[in-house]
């Protein structure tokens, strides 16, 4: 497959200069920018996904809804429906997209809501519930919008500053927009990242004068049903599942399901995954089934029963610390 991909290089160098050059008119000022008054907090990536950005807002929300009014505004990737629509319990992710029902059903205190069209979801969040603070769900390619701050997620294993544009690579947008982030935080670091890593990788990003840089982990948590129940840790060593991924990165789940002894067959299917009726069917007949909770709304109503592995990042006491100092300025 890398042999495959090696051939879209000449592509690549195309792709990347057209990322460069869309960039340079919105920084001459060709292309229009708008600001608001409501602070707006983007957080995005340079790749394709699998940088962990929904963790990563789920994080901020539960620090900052009990100090804050905050409404979250997503693409709603891969919906099937289009405009502006606020996400409430009862939608399905067919309509709003698998990650904001994820969210939405997590925070209810929050406004959760998905439109496309940037500019115009964030007029109608202010209109709406005159927001203290607007997250702006991987935002960071929408130029059309001007952030307060900005956070940008690169995973551990997959730096921006080492990956190749598309399609060679998974680099959507070019190395040098890094520049734009106030916050740049290394996710699905080893736990715990040792001192000789940190230098390393600081020494690759380069951040700029200002720029804070954080290390986080993926700490997942205790097997759950549908109704929220913990699965006893008896029954998941002694049960074989079948693990249904349709995220961009299954490997850090797999590797902790593996080093935890859970014993499953693994069914990977590719990012935002809409199951289709024979694939269904073939998955009634594979129980039980663990998944992630991303690919669980999109499961539920088609399969009565599986069980969900909750995911977050974790941060050291330092890392805590800065992010905590980043969030203290909104």
């Given amino acids: 497959m890398k042999w495959l991909r090696n051939l879209g290089l000449p592509f690549s160098l195309l792709y990347g200069w057209?990322?460069?050059?869309?960039?340079?008119?919105?920084?001459?000022?060709?292309?229009?920018?708008?600001?608001?008054?409501?602070?707006?907090?983007?957080?995005?990536?340079?790749?394709?996904?699998?940088?962990?950005?929904?963790?990563?807002?789920?994080?901020?929300?539960a620090r900052m809804l009990p100090k804050k009014r905050v409404a979250v505004l997503s693409r709603?990737?891969?919906?099937?429906?289009?405009?502006?629509?606020?996400?409430?319990?009862?939608?399905?992710?067919?309509?709003?997209?698998?990650?904001?029902?994820?969210?939405?059903?997590k925070f209810p205190d929050a406004v959760i809501a998905v439109d496309?069209?940037?500019?115009?979801?964030?007029?109608?969040?202010?209109?709406?519930?005159?927001?203290?603070?607007?997250?702006?769900?991987?935002?960071?390619?929408?130029?059309?919008v001007t952030p307060a701050r900005a956070v940008l997620l690169t995973a551990y294993?997959?730096?921006?500053?080492?990956?190749?544009?598309?399609?060679?690579?998974?680099?959507?947008?070019?190395?040098?927009?890094?520049?734009?982030?106030?916050?740049?935080?290394?996710?699905?670091?080893?736990?715990?990242?040792?001192?000789?890593?940190?230098?390393?990788i600081r020494r690759k990003l380069a951040p700029k004068m200002g720029q804070r840089l954080a290390f986080a982990s993926l700490c997942y948590q205790k097997v759950i049903d549908r109704g929220g129940k913990p699965l006893p840790d008896e029954t998941l060593r002694n049960q074989k599942f079948?693990?249904?991924?349709?995220?961009?990165?299954?490997?850090?789940?797999?590797?902790?399901?593996?080093?935890?002894?859970?014993?499953?067959?693994?069914?990977r299917y590719p990012d935002h995954h809409r199951f289709t009726a024979s694939e269904l069917k073939m998955l009634k007949g594979r129980l039980p089934?663990?998944?992630?909770?991303?690919?669980g709304v999109r499961l539920e109503g088609a399969i009565d029963e599986f069980y969900v592995i909750p995911v977050h990042h974790c941060f050291s006491p330092g890392d805590a610390k800065i992010m905590e100092e980043f969030l203290s300025e909104f």
């Fill in 18 to 61: 057209i990322v460069w050059f869309r960039n340079k008119c919105y920084d001459w000022g060709w292309f229009a920018s708008r600001e608001y008054e409501v602070p707006i907090l983007c957080i995005g990536n340079l790749s394709t996904g699998g940088s962990g950005k929904t963790p990563m807002a789920e994080w901020i929300l």
């Fill in 76 to 105: 709603g990737y891969k919906r099937e429906t289009e405009g502006f629509l606020v996400v409430t319990p009862e939608r399905t992710a067919a309509e709003v997209g698998d990650e904001p029902l994820q969210m939405g059903r």
């Fill in 116 to 144: 496309a069209n940037r500019q115009r979801g964030i007029e109608k969040l202010v209109d709406m519930v005159d927001p203290e603070l607007i997250i702006l769900d991987d935002g960071f390619q929408h130029r059309k």
């Fill in 157 to 200: 294993d997959e730096l921006y500053t080492e990956e190749a544009y598309l399609p060679a690579g998974n680099l959507r947008d070019h190395r040098s927009q890094a520049k734009r982030a106030d916050l740049i935080v290394v996710t699905k670091c080893p736990s715990p990242i040792s001192e000789v890593d940190r230098d390393r």
């Fill in 242 to 267: 079948t693990l249904v991924t349709g995220i961009a990165r299954p490997e850090p789940l797999i590797a902790y399901l593996k080093q935890s002894g859970v014993r499953f067959e693994h069914l």
């Fill in 289 to 295: 089934i663990l998944t992630t909770e991303k690919d």
